[in-house]
């Protein structure tokens, strides 16, 4: 790959979750001191992540794999994307805010494959190539959140109570512009698909995998995907609150420690693959979403704020060891003809069907241990997922059998 492209690739990913990382960590703290919401009206707010997710299949199925080039719908979208960040950050209530969210994530959710289609496309070798440049998206989220607390301080106290947390909206507004710009100079990513070639409503969700539930193991494996997905939907929702309700300070920045972490882990995650199998491996991910929130329930700003520190450090564990690992468990057990399928179904399970179970879940718990303003029962709160997490680790750990001897790597 010539260095320029390098450059253009990396630059691309960088911005990619740059964006998203400016604004979706901060999102239930923005919601709260700047439009008042309730738990449940967050979890809603949040749930348009999985409306995306659901919907973004068909965006790309029927337009980007059979008409236009892919970085010329990645420019599109990000250019109408900074429109509608900059009507978020001009938001007066959540009646008003919610539209702009949920057309916003519709169009952002399907950039999430562009991104990766233009780079492949570019490689002769993914395997080696593709990490080194994936890294930058999650340089990208971690400086995001590295200007929110250390440069801009907008989630200070102060600053949180003069609602200057709606900054981040005009910042992501700002990067998905050049973002948007920048994408129609990328190297050419034409459709793969003819226009006269049938596509199916089953090929474009993925649902030609599901003959792969046959296969116990795989459907234990999609049942757990699904609802490892609840407890995660917690942290999303939660976590930046909990931080700035019980007065840790830098909380964005403190979080992009999970960000770090994810680097960490993705690098020995094939190391833990190979010496223990996939069993194992996911079942170490879903005990560490158990730990982490145990740590967060009886964690606290001061003598004891190291339990939240792991408990954020935990997230690299948490993503790499379920969800990357069972994206590589997928694509062993589905075979050439059916991988896209299947990865399209295992997205829709988790990201789709699964967050959006549990942001709703997760919004409805945050009301129901809300005691005053700003006052929550947070051990409470965080205790539900973990046993959430819990369970899900039983279930998996009793009924999957272990499969250690497949080369699932």
């Known amino acids: 790959m010539r260095s320029i492209i390098r450059i253009q690739l990396s630059t691309m990913m960088f911005l990619e979750f740059f964006i998203w990382g400016s604004w979706f960590v901060t999102l239930a703290a923005f919601l709260a001191n700047n439009l008042s919401a309730s ?14 997710a659901i919907i973004a299949p068909f965006i790309i199925g029927l337009i980007a794999d059979r008409y236009i080039n892919a970085e010329k719908i990645l420019g599109f979208l990000h ?32 950039t999430l ?6 780079s492949f496309n570019q490689m002769t070798d993914p395997e080696k190539e593709f990490s080194s440049i994936r890294v930058w998206g999650t340089i990208g989220w971690i400086v995001a959140g590295l200007l929110i607390s250390y440069l801009f301080h907008w989630d200070s106290k102060s600053n949180l109570a003069n609602g200057l947390l709606k900054n981040t909206f005009l910042m992501a507004a700002i990067a998905s512009g050049i973002l948007g710009l ?13 226009t006269s070639e049938k596509i199916s409503l089953s090929q474009i969700i993925g ?43 830098n909380p964005t920045g403190k979080m992009t420690i999970g960000q770090i972490s994810e680097v960490l882990f993705l690098l020995l995650l094939p190391v833990f693959f190979t010496k223990y199998g996939f069993k194992k491996t996911i079942l ?81 718990i945050t009301d129901a241990y809300k005691i005053s303003e700003k006052v929550f029962d947070y051990k ?4 539900i997922p973990s046993a959430i ?21």
């Open 79 to 110: 250019i109408a994307g900074a429109v509608l960040m900059y009507r978020m950050y001009g938001a007066a209530d959540i009646s008003n805010f919610y539209p702009y969210v949920l057309v916003y994530m519709i169009l952002y959710m399907p």
């Open 284 to 364: 170490v991910g879903m005990l560490a979403w158990a730990l982490r929130y145990a740590l967060f329930a009886y964690g606290n700003a001061g003598q004891l704020s190291f339990m939240l520190i792991i408990g954020i450090a935990l997230h690299g564990i948490c993503y790499d060891f379920f969800f990357v690992s069972g994206q590589i468990y997928t694509n062993s057990k589905a075979g050439e003809k059916y991988k896209s399928a299947a990865q399209g179904l295992i997205t829709l399970a988790t990201y789709g069907i699964g967050m959006l179970i549990g942001f709703a879940i997760a919004g409805k």
């Open 39 to 52: 738990g449940v009206q967050t979890g809603e707010v949040f749930s348009t992540q999985s409306w995306g």
């Open 380 to 383: 409470m709160i965080w205790l």
């Open 207 to 249: 649902l030609d995998a599901l003959k792969l539930l046959k296969d116990k193991n795989f459907a234990i494996f999609f049942i757990a995907s699904v609802l490892i997905c609840i407890p995660l939907a917690f942290y999303y929702v939660n976590a930046q609150n909990f931080l700035s309700n019980i007065g840790v300070e």
């Open 113 to 118: 494959a562009l991104v990766n289609s233009v």
């Open 389 to 409: 997490a819990a369970g899900v680790f039983l279930l998996f750990a009793v009924f999957f059998k272990d499969e250690k001897k497949e080369n699932v790597i």
């Open 182 to 194: 920048l994408s129609f100079t990328l190297p050419k990513t034409p459709p793969k698909k003819n």
